[in-house]
């Protein structure tokens, strides 16, 4: 069974960081793509990033570009994303997947990025 | 940016409907656009994939169609468990894509 369980969200102060996991398990994690998405209330669905399965292909939405960064370890089955420069527009539930194509067929539970003073 | 509008932004429909729910792209996407399901506290389940393709698992009640710019989910006789909110989602290349903002279905 493919699970994806993510994990490092929490409060932040606006100009901080945090480093979000995804662990992998139930596939060949190393096969396969995966992205971030994330979700508010007021803006719905929010791809953030794409990383291809060796890592050689790499993403950002342009309201991450430059703050965020994707990566992974195979080895580890995990998937990463530190973010840098924290504003409160970053608030939301972030969810890994994983992706096959355009489409993400499978998705973890979110772990929540509250960023507030 | 490729921009998707979905309609309506509610629906109310009685068990045994057939519904419908659009998606319209802002350019030709050709058939790059994928459905999802996402019931309350659970993350995006994928519907449809490529317009047209059901994923494996999802009840055959579920289909979708359309290309270019105009695309539809249709449930062709609601079930208690479909209360959801349905989202579609475009890929304009292998990498980065865009979701629609959303359709909550409720029972009527």
């Known amino acids: 069974e493919v699970q994806l369980v993510e994990s490092g969200g929490g409060l932040v102060q606006p100009g901080g960081s945090l480093r979000l ?32 399965s060796s890592s050689s292909m790499i993403y950002y939405a342009d309201s991450v570009k430059g703050r965020f960064t994707i990566s992974r370890d195979n080895a580890k089955n995990s998937l990463f994303l530190q973010m840098n420069s924290l504003r409160d527009e970053d608030t939301a ?25 | 940016d490729i921009q998707m509008t979905q309609s309506p932004s509610s629906l109310s429909a009685s068990v045994g409907d057939r519904v419908t729910i659009t998606c319209q792209a802002s350019q030709d996407i050709s058939k790059y656009l994928n459905w999802y399901q996402q019931k309350p506290g ?14 494996t698992g999802v009840p055959s009640r579920f289909s979708g169609s359309g290309s270019g710019t105009d695309f539809t989910l249709t449930i062709s006789s609601l079930q208690p468990e479909d209360i959801a909110t349905y989202y579609c989602q475009q890929y304009d290349n292998l990498s980065m894509c865009t979701f629609g903002q959303g359709t909550k279905l409720e029972i009527k």
């Open chain 2, 42 to 55: 659970k993350a995006p389940k994928l519907l449809i994939y490529d317009a047209s393709n059901l994923e």
């Open chain 1, 93 to 117: 539930l972030y969810y890994c997947a994983r992706r096959i194509r355009g489409r993400s067929d499978h998705w973890g539970q979110g772990t929540l990025v509250t960023v507030s003073s």
């Open chain 1, 21 to 52: 996991s995804c662990a992998a398990s139930g596939f060949s994690f190393s096969a396969y793509a995966m992205n971030w998405v994330r979700q508010t209330p007021r803006k719905g669905l929010e791809w953030v990033s794409y990383i291809s």
